[in-house]
């Protein structure tokens, strides 16, 4: 608990916080870790072997076979989302099913399966977002900022 | 009758004439399935959302306990209902289906025992003959609402509990024969300052023992009274705290007579990480498994101290803490 957050509280709810604390189940990081490692690195297995695949039997050099392999592990993980699989691998993986593009997808579909009782427009359109929106938002102003840095730094005569 | 500080003795002892209890997939494959009047085996119920399946449990839930005590709908003059819901939709549509005079309540998921104590007092104070008592949640419907989509992978800590997907309802007469509703106590506000709503057992835990002991205190009681003292929705983590709270405040219950009706519906090999939750779990527990352990002498007393959070996602969303409640009940033998 951050000092700050502590500053809020009473003595008699500081001192049961850490009672409380006493007494919860961590998070077993590094099991979680692990395991994210795991699923992680089978996922972008899966991902190399569509690589050389497009690669191999169709005309895709190493550069363009990224935008199908990407394809390929969006819909297989729209269509584990939606057999209801998805989460529960994700309970075992963690971070290994989150990071990936396959985690995206998952925002995404499971937002939209959701919402699909509020109907197309207002349910499905206005709530596909509603996770995955946030990593849009500060990954395209993100990468704008770090643009911007590099425009500045080559203007200088940096990295040239 | 007003009893000390803040409960009711009910004189009149006012009878649960019968229940109905209804739940979803997860719970017939739980530990309590045959306590159960109606199971489904599909989490929808045939309908096209999560909300309206809700509704239809607690429909289902409240005419069943109507038709096993043999009485119409009319019969029933005031309807006490709540749910997780937004708005409360399903105690609201669920009224509107009945047709019977209604209140609504929300008490989070400490509405069970909120609707079975102002239901008690009406009908001992002779304002009704016939009460309903009734609440319900939905695991995909809960989850919706507080968490996130039910296919969303995320990880969750091994703090989370598992909403439970069905409906209880209790109908309450002035007289006939089955189990007594004989004390209340009402629950005060909480705060412990908890704000991890993945840890609602923690959060809560103050609340069951702030109550416990008021209830002692009220009535003069000690845990020696009671063959059982079931928690709502505490969860291993936050039975575990309430235990030794009660033990720092001297008032320990002895292991075999403290439970959480979070511990009891699910058998340990179901995914629900520290256990259920959700407005059914003290619900369908209480209607079903506690009150026929009660009908077959195997208990003859017991208080149920049904838990709630009330937060709500924008209050999370907003860094506030989760204020916590917990009604208590004496339920016990007509004999006893």
Redesign the interface.
Known sequence: MSDKKKKKLSPVQQEYQQFAKDREPKRPILKNCLRAFIAGGIICTIGQFFHWFYMTFFNFTEVTAANPTVASLIILSMLLTGFGVYDHIAQWAGGGTIVPVTGFANTITSAAIEHRSEGYVLGVGGNMFKIAGPVIVFGVFAAFIVAIARLAVEALGGML | MLAGRQSWLFRNRPVILATGVTGGPFEAAGALPNDFDVLHDDIWLGQ????KAEKKLLEEACEKAIHKAGLKKDDIHFFFSGDLMNQIISSSFTARTLGIPYFGLFGACSSSMESLSLAAFVVNAGGARFALAATSSHNGAVN?QYR????????????AQWTVTGAGAALLAAEGPGPRVTMATIGRIV????SDPF?MG?AM??AAVDTIESHFRDFQLDASYYDLIATGDLGK?GH??AG??LQKHGLAIPGEKFTDCGLLIYKDDQ?VM?GASGCACSAVVTYGHLLNRLRRGELRRILVVATGALLSPLSYQQKESIPCIAHAVAIEREDG
């Open positions: 096209t959302s999560f909300e919706k996130y989509p039910t296919e969303y992978g995320a990880q969750l800590p091994p703090t705060d412990m300052g908890i840890n923690a835990a103050p983590v575990a705290i030794d709270l995914p520290a």
